[in-house]
């Protein structure tokens, strides 16, 4: 069994363990004081009962316990005892048993333990589950009370049942308790099963969903679920990793599929024409001419090979924000520059105002960004025309747009400059020093200040706006 299978089994059984754990300890402590208040209930009712009933005795033979008449004691015990469900025990102030109304003790010289008597007259009057000394032999439940005649306490009455009987009440109240219990608990367990299922069921597809995209089948995703809202939420960042990752893939593929593409062009002109000088394909007095075309494909593999690598250093470098005067960078880019835009014949309107402006960012990278905009502005600019390089400032933004003049971009082209490797059919055939990377590392950096850059191509004229956030 797979490690993600055993996860999900073990989420559900902690699952279902904990939900049936919390039901039965419930119910146990439930039952606990239930058993306890419902005897206690029973057994004070009961008393209670039972007291009222050996009360009436008591006040019906006081007179003959007074007189020592027993038979007439008998007849009244004996009438007692026939229209309730206790026998009595009629006691002198010894605890001697004068007389009882429960036939299997007849004939028997009974005596009630010491300290019984006592106990009754002081007011202890019950006693659960006693066999009252050695009068009988399983255990009953009395209660006892005084015989008062003429305000002298001459003896006491003792109200005795089976302790069974007792608890005969006390039973069915268990047993409707327990019916109840079961019926909670199978309820807790159907339920608690269930939604433990529930809860795993997505987990077992996103398991499913992950092996797959670890064989590269980037297709998948997980079904919507409305219930319960964390479940859906997972889901929905499930898909949206999931959507990032073939994206992430794509672009992966169109990348090697790029550099394999300009890689092998350089190498292609390289590899052909030294092996036609090698093999005297080329004449003798040519060979100079293709050595220097060897030299050229060399150096654009060579810069090709450095793009790459500024990018990556790029997307791993730790930004150092820090305020400085974009007007200065501006300047040192003019200066940097000056020779490519008087070999083509450009003239510069250099809208750079005399003070600073101050921003807040990489003074390197922002450097970086303007030297590309403007080396490309250069490259593309009609011979003779004029590159316009200037800022300004609006809503705590510095604006800084490099201008040229020449060939109108198409418009479904505009998206497609900042990707790698992008260059339009012109550059490819007149631009053969370009790498088409130069705008990609431009965006790059512009991403990681989280700023923005617009592009407009109108008649002939195009502009390139970048944002950087005022210090």
């Not at 055993?6 to 049936?20: A, C, E, H, K, S």
């Amino acid at each position: 069994m797979s490690e993600q299978k055993r996860r999900v089994r073990t989420i559900y059984r902690q699952n279902f363990l904990l939900t049936t754990g919390v039901v039965l300890l419930t119910l146990v402590l439930l039952g606990l004081a239930f058993f306890a208040l419902s005897y206690s209930y029973t057994r004070s009712a009961r008393a209670a009962d039972m007291r009222a009933k050996a009360g009436v005795v008591s006040r019906m033979v006081s007179s003959y316990v007074m007189n020592g008449s027993l038979s007439g004691m008998r007849e009244l015990a004996t009438f007692a005892a026939s229209v309730t469900e206790e026998d009595f025990l009629i006691c002198n102030l010894q605890g001697s048993v004068l007389l009882t109304s429960d036939a299997a003790l007849e004939g028997r010289v009974l005596t009630l333990p010491e300290g019984m008597t006592g106990a009754i007259l002081a007011g202890n009057d019950s006693f659960d589950r006693t066999t009252l000394g050695d009068v009988y032999e399983d255990r009953h439940f009395a209660v006892g009370v005084p015989i008062e005649s003429m305000g002298q306490t001459v003896g006491v009455v003792l109200a005795v049942t089976e302790a069974r009987e007792l608890t005969a009440m006390w039973r069915g109240f268990v047993g409707v308790f327990f019916m109840t219990a079961v019926t909670t608990l199978l309820v807790a367990f159907v339920m608690s099963a269930w939604i433990s299922m529930r809860q795993s069921r997505p987990i077992r597809e996103m398991a499913e969903a992950t092996r797959r995209f670890a064989d590269g089948n980037f297709d998948v995703r997980m079904r919507g679920y409305d219930d319960p809202l964390e479940i859906a939420e997972l889901a929905a960042s499930f898909n949206n990793m999931a959507d990032s990752l073939q994206e992430t893939e794509r672009q992966r593929r169109e990348f090697i599929a790029n550099v394999s593409h300009e890689l092998k062009t350089p190498m292609t002109s390289i590899a052909g024409y030294t092996d036609g000088i090698l093999d005297g394909t080329i004449p003798p007095e040519q060979e100079r001419q293709y050595l220097r075309i060897i030299s050229d494909e060399a150096r654009r593999l060579s810069r090709l090979v450095r793009r790459m690598l500024d990018i990556s250093r790029l997307q791993s470098r730790e930004l150092r924000k820090a305020p400085f005067d974009v007007c200065e960078s501006m300047r040192r880019v003019l200066i940097s520059m000056e020779k490519k835009i008087t070999d083509r014949g450009l003239d510069v309107h250099a809208d750079i105002p005399d003070g600073s402006v101050t921003v807040l960012g990489d003074n390197d990278l922002i450097t970086q960004v303007i030297y590309n905009l403007l080396e490309n502005a250069a490259k593309f600019a009609r011979a003779g025309s004029t590159l316009y390089l200037g800022v300004a400032t609006a809503n705590g933004k510095a604006l800084v747009s490099v201008r040229n003049e020449g060939d109108t971009i198409p418009a479904d082209e505009i998206p497609l400059l900042f990707e790698r490797f992008h260059k339009s059919d012109k550059s490819r055939s007149e631009d053969r020093d370009g790498v088409g990377l130069g705008l990609y590392v431009v965006r790059t950096i512009l991403d990681q200040h989280k700023e923005q850059i617009a592009v407009t191509s109108e008649d002939g004229v195009t502009t390139f706006t970048f944002t950087v956030s005022l210090a």
